[in-house]
């Protein structure tokens, strides 16, 4: 059984598309992230969502979105998509918020983008 | 701005020797973690310490944490090639959201 999963595994796009990465955990957590790993592999957050409720946001481009249905799923859209895009994106969700909860993360999509 | 800075980046050792890697941050934390990413996959929570503890173990690893100096140590001991993998320290600040700002990795090798 899968905790965090994550849709697509790999994504190869063009410049300029638009695309969806979808993560679901099972674990009952409230609270759900996203993070983007670059090629130095530099981990980075960038979203984090309690509850359908946005808590984090860091300084990322607009072009990103992120939409919680529920809180067992976190969605990242990205418009307008660029080569500096590519990376691999994690999901990750804890049992709540307040940093004192270990996170569980889902085995990544790599995104390349052309 | 980026918290943790590990060291060192790589580390190369032999089966059944011990590893140790270190992770340095800049302001004060409310606790440190670590995690381990195998090549290709996600992260995995190793341990967690808080701000006012100084030491934790979990089977063969053993954490430290000098507020002081703000940094910690992870050691593997005996490890297995099984244990080849990236390490993360993660450093949560003194708030609420949950947010971690991870180093940039320990890459370690043990050969068999």
């Known amino acids: 059984d899968t905790a965090v999963s994550q849709t697509p595994k790999y994504l190869v796009t063009q410049m300029g598309n638009d695309k969806s990465i979808k993560c679901e955990q099972n674990?009952?957590?409230?609270?759900m992230y996203w993070y983007k790993q670059d090629s130095k592999k530099f981990l980075k957050i960038m979203f984090s969502?309690?509850?359908?409720?946005?808590?984090i946001n860091e300084t990322v481009p607009n072009r990103f979105s992120p939409k919680s249905p529920d809180k067992a799923h976190l969605n990242l859209h990205i418009n307008s998509l660029e080569l500096g895009d590519s990376a691999v994106y994690f999901c990750?969700?804890?049992?709540?918020?307040?940093?004192?909860?270990?996170?569980?993360f889902g085995p990544g999509t790599r995104l390349t983008v052309l | 701005s980026q918290q943790g800075e590990e060291d060192p980046q790589a580390l190369s050792i032999q089966e059944g020797e011990n590893a140790t890697m270190n992770c340095s941050y800049k302001?004060?934390?409310?606790?440190l973690q670590w995690y381990r990413q195998n090549s290709g996959r996600g992260l995995v929570h190793l341990i967690l310490?808080?701000?006012?503890?100084r030491e934790k173990h979990s089977g063969r690893l053993r954490v430290t944490l000098d507020t002081s100096k703000k940094s910690s140590s992870l050691l593997i001991t005996a490890s297995r090639a099984a244990d080849t993998a990236s390490y993360f320290c993660?450093?949560?600040?003194?708030?609420?959201?949950?947010?971690?700002?991870f180093g940039q990795g320990t890459t370690l090798q043990v050969k068999p």
């Open positions: 993660a450093t949560v600040h003194t708030s609420n959201t949950g947010k971690l700002i």
């Open positions: 310490i808080r701000s006012n503890e």
């Open positions: 674990l009952g957590h409230d609270t």
């Open positions: 969502y309690n509850n359908k409720e946005l808590i």
């Open positions: 990750a969700s804890s049992q709540s918020t307040g940093g004192f909860f270990e996170q569980f």
């Open positions: 302001t004060s934390i409310n606790n």
